[in-house]
C-alpha cells in the first residue's frame, strides 16, 4: 500500500498557503483566496457560453467544473463553470451570460469549499465530486483569533463559585489608560453568568458541597434561550477539579453541547486566568470545530 499524500495548509484572513508531498516524493504548492475562490481576467468578450481567459491556476482541466463564477464588483450576474481548459485559456460556461463582460474584466470562480480543501484538490488533481486520496493534512488557521477580534463566537454562559460573579469584570483592576477619568472596559465574552452554590478550601478540602439542583432551573433558562455553551470555573479547583467536574456531567445531561472546564484547560492557582481560558474556550470551540469537521468529512 502506498504512502498517502501529506498537506501543510495555513490559512490566514486573506490567503491560503499549502505544500503537499506526493506518495512519490514529488513536493507541489499552491497559494489562493482564503475566501476559496480563484480569480482572473477576461480576455475578449463571450463567444456564446465560451470565454477566453488569464489565469494564473496551476490546474489540471476541468478541475473548476461545477464552481460559481461571477464578475468582482458586480452583482447582477452569476454562472456555473461547464468546463475549463488551462491551456487553451477557455473557460466554457453551463449558459451564455446574461450581462455585457468586457475585455479586461476581472472575474472569480468559488468551490463552494473551504479553502484547504481547495488547495488539497489542487495538490492532488482531484476533480470536484471525487474523494481526496488517503493524506495527512496539518492546518494552521487564523480562524480563533479572527473570530476573537471580531466578537464571532458562540454565546456562553460562565458558571463560577458563589461570590464571585464579577470576577472577570473587575478582572486584575489594570487600568488601560492610567489617567483616564472615562474609563471603558471591553464587555465579556459571556453573555451570562451562574453563581454556582460551592467552595473549597486552599487546599482543595470540601467547605461547602457543590449544589447542582439549585443550578439546574438556570441552566434550563439558557437552554431555552439558546444558549448551548458553558465554561466553569471554580475555586481551588486546581486543587481538587471535583465540583468542576460534576458541573461538566450535569450541564451535558442537560443538553449543553460544549463545556469548558478550567482545571482541565489551565491547572493553576489562580482564579482569575483560569476562568478567563474556560470563557474563551468554550466561546471559539464550536465555531473552530464546526470549520475543522468541515474539512474532515471531506
Known amino acids: 500500500m502506498s504512502s498517502p499524500w501529506r498537506i501543510w495548509v495555513d490559512t490566514g484572513g486573506t490567503f491560503t498557503d499549502a505544500?503537499?508531498?506526493?506518495?512519490?516524493?514529488?513536493?507541489?504548492?499552491?497559494?489562493?483566496?482564503?475566501?476559496?475562490?480563484?480569480?482572473?481576467?477576461?480576455?475578449?468578450?463571450?463567444?456564446g457560453a465560451r470565454l477566453s481567459v488569464r489565469t494564473a491556476w496551476s490546474v489540471p482541466r476541468d478541475l473548476v467544473r461545477g464552481f460559481r463564477v461571477r464578475l468582482l464588483g458586480r452583482d447582477e450576474w452569476e454562472?456555473?463553470?461547464?468546463?475549463?481548459?488551462?491551456?487553451?485559456g477557455v473557460l466554457d460556461l453551463s449558459a451564455p451570460p446574461e450581462v455585457e463582460i468586457e475585455t479586461g474584466a476581472p472575474f472569480e470562480?468559488?468551490?463552494?469549499?473551504?479553502?484547504?480543501?481547495?488547495?488539497?484538490?489542487?495538490?492532488?488533481?482531484?476533480?470536484?465530486?471525487?474523494?481526496?486520496?488517503?493524506?495527512?493534512?496539518?492546518?494552521?488557521?487564523?480562524?480563533?483569533?479572527?473570530?476573537?477580534?471580531?466578537?464571532?463566537?458562540v454565546p456562553t454562559a460562565l458558571f463560577i463559585t458563589r461570590g464571585f460573579g464579577d470576577l472577570l469584570r473587575i478582572?486584575?483592576?489594570?487600568?488601560?489608560?492610567l489617567f483616564a477619568l472615562d474609563v471603558r472596559k471591553p464587555e465579556p465574552l459571556y453573555d451570562a453568568v451562574v453563581e454556582v452554590p460551592e467552595r473549597l478550601?486552599?487546599?482543595?478540602?470540601?467547605?461547602?458541597?457543590?449544589?447542582?439542583?439549585?443550578?439546574e432551573p438556570r441552566a434550563a433558562e439558557l437552554?431555552?434561550?439558546?444558549?448551548?455553551?458553558?465554561?466553569?470555573?471554580?475555586?481551588?479547583?486546581?486543587?481538587?477539579?471535583?465540583?468542576?467536574?460534576?458541573?461538566?456531567?450535569?450541564?451535558?445531561?442537560l443538553g449543553f453541547e460544549q463545556v469548558s472546564c478550567s482545571a482541565e484547560l489551565a491547572p493553576r492557582i489562580k482564579l482569575l486566568p483560569r476562568a478567563q481560558t474556560a470563557v474563551v474556550d468554550a466561546y471559539l470551540s464550536p465555531?473552530?470545530?464546526?470549520?475543522?469537521?468541515?474539512?474532515r468529512s471531506s
Open 19 to 47: 505544500v503537499g508531498v506526493s506518495p512519490e516524493g514529488e513536493r507541489r504548492r499552491v497559494k489562493i483566496l482564503s475566501t476559496g475562490a480563484l480569480r482572473g481576467t477576461v480576455l475578449a468578450p463571450p463567444q
Open 79 to 88: 454562472g456555473v463553470v461547464a468546463g475549463h481548459d488551462p491551456d487553451g
Open 287 to 295: 465555531v473552530v470545530r464546526n470549520y475543522l469537521d468541515r474539512v
Open 223 to 253: 437552554l431555552d434561550a439558546g444558549t448551548r455553551v458553558a465554561a466553569v470555573a471554580l475555586m481551588h479547583a486546581s486543587r481538587n477539579p471535583r465540583h468542576e467536574q460534576e458541573m461538566k456531567e450535569l450541564l451535558l445531561r
Open 201 to 215: 478550601a486552599a487546599d482543595g478540602s470540601v467547605l461547602v458541597p457543590l449544589d447542582a439542583g439549585a443550578i
Open 109 to 153: 470562480v468559488l468551490s463552494g469549499e473551504e479553502a484547504p480543501l481547495l488547495a488539497a484538490r489542487m495538490l492532488t488533481a482531484t476533480l470536484p465530486g471525487q474523494p481526496l486520496p488517503p493524506c495527512r493534512m496539518r492546518l494552521a488557521t487564523t480562524l480563533g483569533t479572527n473570530a476573537l477580534l471580531q466578537r464571532a463566537g
Open 171 to 177: 478582572g486584575t483592576q489594570q487600568r488601560p489608560e
